[in-house]
């Protein structure tokens, strides 16, 4: 039998929102203020080896930790203590002068610019229109894979380590004709694997893995190779799981919002380029004529709510199918 392959690519939508990396680029940011002369502003509610922590900085973190308004208060005393901790870890990093090595500095330097830059954008471009009911309607009809006609796709899996694939396994898996067979040939040449079983929803796969998925058969296997994992795959069902307009407004209104700050973003980079004289010193970076320096990747549909949306290989995008 035939198996179609996959390599796995992942498909990232928009902007991510900063999780573990918060408290370095926190740390940086602290390192870059340590040693000038600049007072803080705002009243002092802990001095750390000398060092002011005031209400002005817990206020802006409390804000930043998402934390409700009703229950900032409670959170307060571990805010606090986190900014207890890391005024101790930039009064350290200072006395041995890490605050100097060139990697921590262009990693400052780097913070500073993309905020700076960040923040311009956020001033100009602003908060976009919220879309009329009349453009949320025109999008729901206008994607009827995504929404009146979503499918969604049974599938089963053997996940195991892409060291174990090696050619020969691959070619006795080809001729394998059930997930099944699959199985049984791992266990006798004593290859460890690990079933699963999922669903995902048309809403939830970059498009071109959808469509593809789609086409096939029930019953097909196929491959995705991602990293040091592997999954042999095959669809058990396909079923029909629409949703209605009512129940994606809310999904739909964000994600035209995010595609016109984008458009906005990409409009303001345009005007700036054309106004402004870019030299590249050796020609070979320079873009190619044909593109379009700075242009947004075309917008991708919204990942159907609730849902999570590219959480395992089979909902990573897919590279050269073949």
Known sequence: MNHTQFDGVTRRHGLRRVGGGA????????????????????????????????????NEELARSGVPGAQQQQAR?????SLVDRQLLINEAVKDKTDRDPKVVQAI?????LILAQAYLQKKVGTPAKPTRDEVKEYFDKHPALFSQRKTIDMRQLVLPTADLNDGLKKEIDDAKTLDDVAALLDRKN??????????SYADLAPALGDKLLS??????????????STVV????VR?????????????EQYLMNTRGKEAAAAELARLRAATKVEYVNKADEPAAAGTPGAP????????????????AAARGVAGLK
Request: overall charge neutral; aromatic content about 2%; charged content about 20%.
């Open 234 to 237: 095959t669809i058990t069902d």
């Open 191 to 200: 290859v460890k694997y690990a079933r699963n079983q999922i669903s995902r």
């Open 77 to 81: 005393p571990q805010i606090l203590a």
């Open 23 to 58: 408290l370095a680029l926190l740390l940086v940011a602290g390192l870059a203020a340590c040693g000038k002369s600049d007072t803080k502003s705002g009243q002092a509610l802990v001095k750390v080896g000398g060092e002011e922590i005031t209400a002005l900085q817990l």
């Open 240 to 252: 029909d799981t629409p949703v209605e307009l009512a129940a994606s407004t809310a999904q739909i």
């Open 109 to 113: 330097e780097r913070a500073k610019s």
């Open 297 to 312: 990747a075309a917008p991708a549909a919204p990942a159907a709510a609730g849902t999570p949306a590219h959480d395992d």
């Open 216 to 229: 096939l058969p029930k019953g097909q296997l196929f491959i995705i190779r991602e990293g040091e994992r």
